[in-house]
């Protein structure tokens, strides 16, 4: 019976070692979930304010995106009116160079119809 007593007893002693083992191994596991979840709280407030920063930023980029918007339709107005400016201004040369050239042929028809006077001196009218 002693010999029964003393594998009991080794028995014993070996499931206290394996038990001793687990919480051991339970208590590693715990600080590995305690670090986890550190880490997935600094990750949330990371989360968090990037996701207040992209809200900024689609903020900001949706105004510039409306002002580009209104300065486009502002320089196509502006192309356009440069445009009717451009129009205007070369039929105002035409009308003008027409105007010269009769003025010019009247000159010259009223020269060699009344003759140049002596003095040299073109009458006009």
Sequence with gaps: ???QG???QSYNN???KFVEELH???EE???QIEQEEEEKKKVQEELEMLTKQLACVCERLAWKIAAQKELDKILAETEIA???ILGSSKMLLNVLKNEMLNLD???ALKSTASGDGEDGFVDLW
Excluded: D, G, P
């Design 1 to 3: 019976m002693t010999h």
């Design 6 to 8: 003393a594998v009991l």
């Design 14 to 16: 070996e499931l206290v």
């Design 24 to 26: 051991l191994q339970r």
């Design 29 to 31: 596991l715990n600080r």
């Design 82 to 84: 440069y445009e009717k």
């Design 105 to 107: 042929k009247t000159i």
